[in-house]
């Protein structure tokens, strides 16, 4: 390609405040031909799945960090040859003639520094070396002195001098292990050596995954005694064997807490240590919605739409919240003020095979029964395919979280930071219940509310329970109360 130039396109800030993203996969290589808005890679952050469209034409002239590399925001990750520019900028230092020889300059010489990384280049002033000093005198030094003198003064042949030793020229200095600051923090963490780890990222640098193996090698048995010490002796009671010595590293796997599982640790242990949580619960009958959720299947009105059980429960939370608006809130901290929403984005908890996310829908108050099904069956199968967005994540109100689909009865679900209230669901199955003066079975269901105690007292948490209890079981008010 003529007149051409090369472009670096940097790992943006996806989200909010986001400073790191890993590359899950490239869907280009080097010599392929790229077009402005081409997705390029997908790449996950604290939040989600995102793909990076590429925001000019060219061609890949090289990938800067392998599949399943963390990235910093602002590093570059793909250099792309464009047309009609300069020639290529490459950031490489300029050529320095080499100085004329001196014989007076003494031979030592400090050995020229390696570039390591962003943020460790070389030193662009040259090291002088300070003269080395010379050192104190120790007593035996003294002495020696002492007794040389006395015998020069008595007429003795004074001592043969000394040959100074010649100077030892100092080792170059061992290049620095290349890796991210990241990954020098696992390192400390894990007490790995980074100059034993055998580095497998581009240009020697060294990735996460290097320094777990270097570790499970580390913890692996040792198959013989070294050689240059005798093997101890094997002591053992006669009636039970001896003590393990060892475990194999292939019983423990370590996972990397990374992306949107860090991201969710983070905000659950944040949440856990800063809102105090009550939680309550109710045990419901909800046959009349179980039936109203098979005749809604059959009105056309929700052909095509997704028609279960937690769209009538979701419907059931908003009507509550408009009976009792102030559970719909949250807690600022800094102004020491209480901050009632006036919107409802109901964000509903999804398990995804990266991790527990909570995509809201936006304005959920606002939705028709139809409406509502089509945004809770988008929210799904967005989240199924790992493509939710950040923004899809960000400003939820109230959640809903349905353990029920792994057949658990309840729980004491933990608030998303920013949210005053998170309603838990449980399975729904038929139990043997009092309905009309006698025991029949019936579709019953436990449902758990846990709420900020800070903004949410005992009687505003219950009303707000005991009404998606009453929606649930007599779904008519659905009408009436809407």
């Avoid at 402005?36 to 997908?42: A, I, K, N, P």
């Avoid at 793909?78 to 007076?104: D, L, T």
């Avoid at 139809?370 to 945004?375: G, V």
Wanted: charged share 20%; with cysteine.
């Amino acid at each position: 390609m003529t007149n051409a130039s090369v472009r670096e396109f940097k790992m943006p800030d996806v989200g909010e405040g986001l400073t790191e993203a890993e590359i899950l996969k490239w869907y280009v290589q080097p010599g392929d031909t790229v077009t402005d808005g081409q997705v390029v890679c997908e790449v996950e952050t604290a939040k989600a799945a995102v793909e990076l469209p590429i925001p000019y034409d060219g061609v890949v002239r090289s990938l800067h960090f392998p599949e399943g590399t963390t990235v910093d925001v602002g590093t570059s990750i793909i250099a792309v040859e464009v047309a009609g520019g300069a020639a290529p900028a490459q950031q490489e230092a300029p050529a320095v003639p080499a100085p004329a020889a001196e014989p007076e300059q003494p031979a030592e010489q400090p050995a020229a520094r390696q570039p390591v990384l962003v943020g460790y280049g070389v030193a662009t002033s040259s090291t002088r070396r300070r003269p080395r000093k010379q050192a104190p005198d120790t007593a035996a030094g003294q002495a020696a002195s002492a007794v040389q003198s006395e015998l020069n003064g008595h007429g003795a042949a004074p001592a043969a001098p000394v040959t100074p030793p010649a100077p030892v020229t100092p080792a170059a200095p061992a290049q620095r292990p290349l890796a991210k600051p990241p990954v020098r923090k696992l390192a400390k963490d894990l007490g790995v050596d980074l100059a034993t780890v055998t580095p497998t990222g581009p240009d020697g640098v060294i990735t996460r995954e290097d320094v777990h193996a270097a570790v499970a090698a580390a913890q692996a048995p040792q198959q013989a005694a070294p050689a240059d010490r005798p093997a101890a002796p094997a002591v053992s009671a006669p009636d039970r064997p001896a003590a393990p010595v060892s475990y194999d590293s292939a019983r423990e796997t370590r996972v990397p807490v990374k992306g949107v599982r860090k991201a969710t640790a983070a905000a659950m242990v944040g949440s856990a240590f800063t809102a105090p949580h009550v939680t309550e619960f109710v045990t419901v009958d909800v046959t009349r919605t179980m039936k109203l959720v098979e005749e809604l299947k059959q009105d056309k009105e929700f052909a095509g739409l997704r028609v279960n059980p937690l769209l009538l429960i979701a419907k059931a939370l908003l009507v509550a919240i408009r009976r009792n608006p102030d559970i719909n809130a949250s807690w600022d901290e800094a102004a020491q003020e209480i901050v009632v929403k006036h919107y409802v984005n109901l964000g509903i908890a999804a398990a995804t095979p990266r991790g527990l996310i909570v995509p809201n829908i936006k304005d959920a108050h606002a939705k028709t029964l139809p409406e509502l099904a089509a945004s809770l069956g988008e929210l799904v199968s967005t989240a199924r395919e790992g493509k939710t967005s950040p923004s899809a994540m960000q400003g939820g109100t109230v959640t809903i979280t349905n353990v029920g689909v792994f057949g658990v009865d309840t729980g004491t679900p933990l608030l998303n930071p920013g949210e005053s209230a998170i309603l838990a669901v449980g399975a729904i199955k038929p139990q043997p219940w009092v309905h009309k003066g006698k025991v029949k079975p019936r579709q019953v269901t436990t449902l758990a509310l846990s709420f900020d105690h800070r903004l949410v007292d005992g009687e505003l948490g219950s009303k707000v329970l005991a009404d998606v209890a009453a929606v649930l079981e007599q779904p008519k008010r659905l009408i009436t109360w809407a």
